[in-house]
């Protein structure tokens, strides 16, 4: 199936089929998916049962013996604390996928970079950022936030060289690295800054067109692009300006979702079916909100509202927390 | 004013109380309305009363979402003791304190509403809410003692006939389909859970009909799938149109109640309750059960099946006489 796959991302082909057998193979691999999925009967690639990401926090779902595990990947916990983990045996496929639809979105990634990232080696984000840019020097870690001071100079000497920059970083880290009275600096052509995540769960936020605006004004002459992913997605989604819509690789598909039924809906819950997911479960449901366009790019809109609060009782991430 | 109450919660039981429920249906609303108002009568009311103490005289209620008859009875007591209350409604859906403060105003009371969160000067008020609602209220109002009612969350124990636990626990589950504290979270039985939960599958397919879910919160739906889905993996799962039941091992348990869905777990001993409950001492409220003589650390009130919703008056709540202590010093 791996070969499949690896064919599949470097030379394309029919999804819904690919889809089809991988889900099956899954299925036979994976004893918690198959139970999972149970009877339900699937024709299509949007028939795929999705499990919830927060399921990852109860089960492992791969398609291996766990005890075999090389490679574990944690989610952040978002708002909700607990951080479920993800299994794999290598990174093979995850690598070639994040460096096939990063380079198709965004170009030649350059060779130099500084990272605001997680470096930490359960850090899915952090693996893909050092993948691009191999011995990144990293100035977030998630005890003491941004060494602005340090990633600024960081910038400003690696400008020098005038190779293009590549500057990942998530939404907030980049917001306080603004925050940080340094000069505005002229970056080498072909440089990247990429914002992902949000502000959920933190006591600031600043709107994404004004954080992208002054990624801008301080960064100047780089392109300012999106990223979405997550610990249990093999891909990543690009958008590019950072304000546009996230554009999935050709061997994804997104499907938006009513947030209570799980039937198919203009706007809605995101599910995603991902090749790259072929260790774990292809197919898996989000927390995320957004619209999928007609063209498969997708507008994000935020997460879920969580439960409303049912009188005194726990709310759902409370207690999951 | 004892008589003022009396008949303001006549008036208010003649009301339809669909549009008063925050969304369940007419079936469900009313008997939920019937079981809040049923137990206040002069003789529970003056007993409340005197459990109480001296209550200040005039008191500010600030009423979360989701069980639409909690004020009610704090509402009706502080009126028979003499005393005037501003219901601050959730802003969401104030029908019911709207409807309350009619029918009190009606009968000579002084009952007022609004969703305003500027309180009008009171001597004490009680606050319903997730624990940062009601510490948010404390904050605002440093001059008057706060009572805060934060975040509680009940469970079921049963071990005897799972046949006959089943209907008591299923109307539990059924009444505010899931909402507030006194619902049952979970279900942890000593007896065999499958058939416990094929039992109380059989209890809620026929009180489906009789008392329809209402609306529900549509962020639920992740968590609701997480559930059903680690029950196929874990364990089994029973599901109707409107509700579901599933069995897991108690390590998978989640003190949280979704709408018609009872989880339930089987446990060695009560023992083994208190282990699993003991993290969560601070948050507990109530236990249902069927056994006798059951204590558990940090729940305040231990009732039979069927019950757990429908609390006797006068009562405690989270331990304290209700509207016990309001005289206090602010902060105290």
Redesign the interface.
């Known amino acids: 199936m791996k070969a499949d796959i690896r064919k599949f991302i470097s030379s394309g082909g029919d999804f819904d089929q690919t889809a089809l057998s991988l889900y099956a193979w899954q299925r036979e691999h994976n004893p918690?998916y198959d139970?999972?999925c149970?009877n339900i009967t699937v024709r299509h690639w949007s028939d795929i049962p999705a499990?919830?990401t927060?399921?990852f926090r109860?089960?492992s779902l791969t398609c291996f013996d766990v005890a075999k595990t090389k490679v574990k990947f944690r989610t952040s916990g978002t708002s909700a604390g607990q951080r479920g983990e993800v299994h794999l045996l290598d990174t093979e496929i995850y690598d070639l996928a994040a460096v096939s639809h990063a380079t198709a979105c965004l170009g030649p990634l350059p060779t130099t970079g500084v990272s605001l990232v997680p470096s930490a080696a359960d850090s899915s984000l952090g693996h893909m950022c050092k993948h691009f840019v191999p011995g990144m020097p990293s100035f977030f870690d998630a005890d003491n936030g941004v060494d602005a001071t340090g990633a600024w100079q960081a910038i400003k000497q690696a400008t020098a060289s005038g190779r293009p920059l590549f500057i990942p970083g998530t939404a907030f880290a980049l917001a306080d690295l603004l925050d940080h009275p340094a000069e505005p600096v002229d970056t080498p052509p072909g440089s990247i800054v990429m914002v992902t995540g949000g502000f959920k769960g933190r006591r600031r936020a600043v709107p994404p067109q004004i954080l992208h605006s002054a990624l801008s004004a301080r960064l100047r002459g780089a392109a300012v692009v999106g990223e979405y992913g997550m610990s249990e997605l093999g891909s990543q989604l690009w958008s590019v300006p950072a304000d546009g819509p996230f554009r999935p690789p050709p061997w994804m598909r997104v499907l938006a979702v009513?947030?209570?039924?799980?039937e198919p809906a203009t706007r809605g819950?995101l599910r995603f079916f991902d090749l790259a997911n072929h260790q774990t479960v292809l197919a898996i449901?989000t927390?995320d909100v957004g619209i999928v366009h007609a063209d498969g790019t997708v507008r994000l809109e935020g997460r879920?509202?969580?439960?409303?609060?049912?009188?005194?009782?726990?709310?759902?991430e409370?207690?999951?927390a | 004013m004892l008589e003022s109450a009396i008949a303001a919660l006549a008036a208010l039981r003649s009301q339809d109380a669909g549009p008063l429920s925050q969304g369940l249906s007419a079936e469900n609303a009313a008997a939920c309305l019937h079981q809040a108002i049923r137990p206040l009568n002069p003789t529970s009311l003056r007993a409340a009363v005197e459990a109480a103490g001296p209550i200040p005289p005039a008191i500010a209620i600030v009423v979360s979402s989701g069980v639409f008859t909690t004020p009610i009875e704090w509402t009706a007591i502080a009126v028979s003791a003499g005393c005037s209350v501003h219901l601050k409604a959730p802003a969401s859906d104030p029908a019911l304190c709207r409807a309350l403060a009619e029918v009190f105003t009606a009968n000579g009371a002084d009952v007022t509403w609004s969703i305003s969160r500027k309180l009008p000067p009171v001597d004490a008020i009680i606050a319903f809410g997730g624990d940062q609602s009601v510490a948010d209220v404390a904050s605002a109002n440093p001059t008057v003692p706060v009572e805060q009612y934060g975040h509680r969350f009940s469970v079921a124990w049963v071990a005897g006939d799972p046949i006959a636990a089943a209907g008591p626990l299923a109307i539990d589950l059924v009444r505010y389909d899931g909402r507030g504290c006194m619902a049952p979270t979970a279900v942890f039985t000593t007896g065999d859970p499958h058939v416990l939960a094929e039992a109380i599958a059989g209890q809620l397919q026929e009180l489906e009909q009789r008392f329809p879910r209402g609306a529900v919160d549509p962020g639920l739906g992740p968590e609701w799938r997480r559930r059903l889905g680690l029950a196929r993996v874990v364990g089994s799962s029973w599901t109707g149109s409107e509700w579901a039941v599933t069995v897991t091992p108690p390590k998978y348990f989640t003190p949280a109640a979704l709408p018609r869905m009872v989880n339930i777990h089987p446990a060695s001993s009560i023992d083994e309750l208190r282990t699993i409950l003991a993290p969560w001492r601070p948050w507990l409220s109530t236990l249902g059960t069927d056994a006798d003589g059951i204590s558990i650390d940090g729940v305040h009130r231990v009732c039979r099946l069927g019950w757990m919703q429908a609390p006797s008056i006068p009562r405690h709540h989270d331990g304290r006489p209700m509207l016990y202590g309001l005289n206090r010093p602010p902060g105290g």
């Open positions: 918690e139970r999972f149970g499990p919830p927060t399921l109860d089960l009513d947030p209570w039924s799980g819950l449901e927390q879920l509202e969580g439960a409303v609060p049912r009188g005194c009782s726990l709310t759902v409370e207690a999951n």
